[in-house]
């Protein structure tokens, strides 16, 4: 059955849950902090594709006549796909040809990003009762996160391509290690005390 075969999965991807010592509530809780950290990856790929996609645009339009110009559409564009929603970047991606064959399936990670997002714990809330239905939600979760997985490694590629389109000469991949490296760095020796939602 297609429940079993994905109880099986979800076990062989945490195999800490055929043990006895947790307790399955709070497991649906780690479970989906984990998907909304697979959506909020998915995100900031598609934030990447809508800003190299954009100054792609600006340089081929010939908008492009000085370091200035480059740094003042690139603050514009980055500032575009932060302040954008998921549901939004979906949209203005929605007329990039490099991402075209991934309409559909971002059109449908979109829906049940806003679904986790404002309905889930009201929906779900009846199977929170029964160890067995807990595991049968845990194991959808689990296959929408290997979705989410799954489109976001597809984001990255096309951002990669996008980034090497401008950047002909660029290592992107040793730019960010090096960049998260430098940020650590710095978490380190001085921890961040504040907390965004608490500074709107």
């Known amino acids: 059955m297609h429940a079993d075969e994905d109880i099986q999965q979800l076990l062989k991807d945490f195999p800490e849950l055929e043990g006895g010592d947790f307790i ?4 649906v809780l780690a479970h989906f902090g984990l998907l909304f950290s ?6 900031g790929g598609l934030q990447n594709c809508y800003l190299f ?9 010939g908008e492009v006549g000085s370091k200035n110009d480059w740094l003042a559409l690139h603050s514009k564009f980055e500032s575009e796909a932060f ?3 998921f549901g939004r970047l979906v949209n203005l991606l929605g007329d990039c040809p490099d991402m075209k064959f991934l309409a ?14 404002h309905r889930f714990f009201r ?19 689990n296959v929408l996160r290997h979705e989410v997985k799954k489109c976001e490694g597809s984001v990255e590629n096309v951002s990669t391509h996008l980034f090497q389109v401008i950047y ?14 430098e940020r650590m760095e710095e978490i380190s020796v001085s921890p961040p005390k504040d907390f965004g939602w608490e500074n709107e």
């Open 24 to 27: 399955l509530g709070k497991e």
């Open 38 to 43: 697979g959506f909020a990856n998915l995100e």
């Open 53 to 61: 996609w954009q100054l792609h645009i600006a340089l081929i339009n």
């Open 83 to 85: 302040d954008a929603t």
């Open 104 to 117: 559909d399936d971002l059109k449908a990670l979109r829906h049940s990003r806003n679904y986790f997002a």
């Open 123 to 141: 929906e779900e809330n009846d199977k929170m009762f029964n160890d067995d239905a807990i595991l049968k939600l845990m194991s959808r979760m």
């Open 168 to 181: 002909p000469n660029v290592d992107m991949k040793s730019n960010i290690a090096a960049f998260a490296q």
